[in-house]
């Protein structure tokens, strides 16, 4: 398959900034046309050479949503593409215990299914269900957040009975669950379920975890990558903090920075992994970066993600043909296929930044623009995008399929069977 261009793994992009003419005088009437202040206004990008153009490319700028990328560039350098998330079931008598895994998309998808493949391998009713501190649930997840939702051990109780007793299902419950099995594929939903559940409870480990005679059961998720691609289609908040959580937060994203890239906080400061920004000490807090740094950690994912064999668009939003938050951007049909991309949105924040595959090779930029004027900052963006490409000799297509994407995976194995169905019996090895 004809992908993204190749870059070298472990070059690294000069951050002596060149002037290139069209782009400059490109940016300069565009930002007078939507009359946003020249000085807070950033743009670069890569040449043929490698070498950084642009404007204002050493400026500190908020990164708003494309924090997202490096959120992602920490988290498959960290735990690898295809980590996956897998919870692990153990069934004793009539009770169950859940062994969570910090699966940043477990919530109504993931959730019906796990009670709908119960119910398809005959258990209908669990006396008792306990829990452990791994498990995480947002009925909401697949949906854009405005920020990291509340999690509680009572919060997750209440959310396991809900799923675990459907005679108690609101009919918008029901509505949704069938949505779900309608989207899925032949016989991987039950069509009438029906489970009771009498008593939910978190404990500190499985209390089943000695016995012989325990079933035990994994429900594996899909690979890292594709939880993180539908994180940045979609521009997915609680996911990316979830993320962002788990490999450590604030302290661990700064020794990363530091130990892996040489990066100082006069460089880039994050202190959430979403791109929302945080309160500290009763101030608002946002992310930053600079251009000209974004540009080097861009390089890094691609490499990162090539040195696992595979692409920036398994990662990254294709503008053209994924949707989310480029749904209603439109860059005409000539660049469809030739660019991966995040977008970023606060009050005072729009940001546009990723990768390009052009005539003249690869090329990483980054438009972001520091201002209230959100409509007139894409405006910016969009031209910015056509303008680079125009200097790099045009847009250049490479073969893309839109993904489809579920929370739970298809690789899946019954305890005693070999053929695909949901379950797969947990022979050894687990840690």
């Known amino acids: 398959m004809k992908r993204l261009n190749t870059l070298v793994l472990g070059a690294l992009i000069s951050t002596n900034a060149m002037a290139s003419i069209a782009t400059d005088k490109n940016f300069d009437q565009q930002i007078r046309a939507q009359g946003l202040v020249a000085k807070d206004q950033s743009y670069c990008f890569?040449?043929?050479?490698?070498?950084?153009?642009?404007?204002?490319?050493?400026?500190?700028?908020?990164?708003?949503?494309?924090?997202?990328?490096?959120?992602?560039?920490w988290a498959v350098d960290?735990?690898?593409?295809?980590?996956?998330?897998?919870?692990?079931?153990?069934?004793?008598?009539?009770?169950?215990?859940?062994?969570?895994a910090l699966d940043p998309f477990l919530g109504n998808e993931k959730m019906f299914y796990l009670v709908s493949q119960l119910n398809a391998l005959g258990y209908t009713k669990f006396d008792t269900i306990t829990f452990d501190k791994n498990l995480i649930i947002d009925p909401d997840v697949a949906y854009e957040s405005d920020e990291y939702p509340s999690m509680s051990n009572a919060m997750i109780a209440k959310h396991l009975r809900n799923y675990f007793n459907t005679a108690t299902w609101s009919a918008d419950t029901k509505t949704e669950y069938a949505t779900y099995r309608n989207m899925a594929a032949p016989g991987r939903f039950v069509k009438d379920i029906s489970f009771e559940a009498t008593n939910v409870k978190f404990v500190e480990e499985n209390p089943f975890k000695d016995d012989a005679d325990a079933k035990v059961l994994t429900l594996p998720s899909p690979a890292l990558?594709?939880?993180?691609?539908?994180?940045?289609?979609?521009?997915?908040?609680?996911?990316?903090?979830?993320?962002?959580?788990?490999?450590?937060?604030?302290?661990?994203?700064?020794?990363?920075?530091?130990?892996?890239?040489?990066?100082?906080?006069?460089?880039?400061?994050?202190?959430?992994?979403?791109?929302?920004?945080?309160?500290?000490?009763?101030?608002?807090?946002d992310n930053y970066a600079t251009c000209a740094v974004m540009l080097d950690l861009l390089s890094n994912l691609k490499a990162t993600v090539e040195k696992q064999g595979k692409e920036l668009e398994d990662l990254v939003a294709v503008p053209g043909s994924d949707?989310?938050?480029?749904?209603?951007?439109?860059?005409?049909?000539?660049?469809?296929?030739?660019?991966?991309?995040?977008?970023?949105?606060?009050?005072?924040?729009?940001?546009?930044?990723?990768?390009?595959?052009?005539?003249?090779?690869?090329?990483?930029?980054?438009?972001?623009?520091?201002?209230?004027?959100?409509?007139?900052?894409?405006?910016?963006?969009?031209?910015?995008?056509?303008?680079?490409?125009?200097?790099?000799?045009?847009?250049?297509?490479?073969?893309?399929?839109?993904?489809?994407?579920?929370?739970?995976?298809?690789?899946?194995?019954?305890?005693?069977?070999?053929?695909?169905?949901?379950?797969?019996?947990?022979?050894?090895?687990?840690?």
Do not use: C, W
């Open 46 to 73: 890569t040449n043929a050479a490698g070498k950084t153009e642009g404007t204002n490319v050493d400026m500190r700028i908020r990164l708003a949503s494309v924090s997202k990328l490096l959120t992602s560039l």
């Open 78 to 100: 960290k735990l690898g593409m295809e980590y996956k998330y897998d919870m692990k079931i153990t069934i004793k008598d009539n009770n169950l215990h859940i062994a969570g």
């Open 225 to 285: 990558y594709k939880y993180l691609k539908e994180m940045n289609i979609k521009s997915n908040n609680t996911v990316a903090e979830s993320v962002f959580r788990q490999l450590g937060g604030l302290p661990a994203f700064k020794e990363y920075m530091s130990s892996r890239y040489s990066l100082t906080t006069d460089q880039i400061q994050f202190f959430t992994g979403s791109g929302l920004p945080a309160t500290v000490n009763g101030e608002r807090k």
């Open 323 to 431: 949707g989310g938050t480029f749904r209603n951007r439109t860059f005409g049909s000539e660049y469809k296929n030739s660019f991966v991309a995040k977008t970023g949105t606060l009050m005072h924040t729009s940001t546009l930044a990723g990768a390009m595959n052009t005539q003249k090779g690869f090329s990483f930029f980054g438009v972001f623009n520091q201002s209230t004027d959100i409509g007139g900052s894409k405006v910016v963006q969009n031209s910015m995008v056509k303008s680079i490409m125009t200097e790099m000799g045009g847009p250049k297509a490479f073969d893309y399929e839109v993904p489809g994407f579920h929370a739970y995976t298809d690789a899946l194995k019954s305890f005693g069977d070999e053929e695909d169905t949901n379950f797969s019996t947990i022979e050894s090895g687990l840690n």
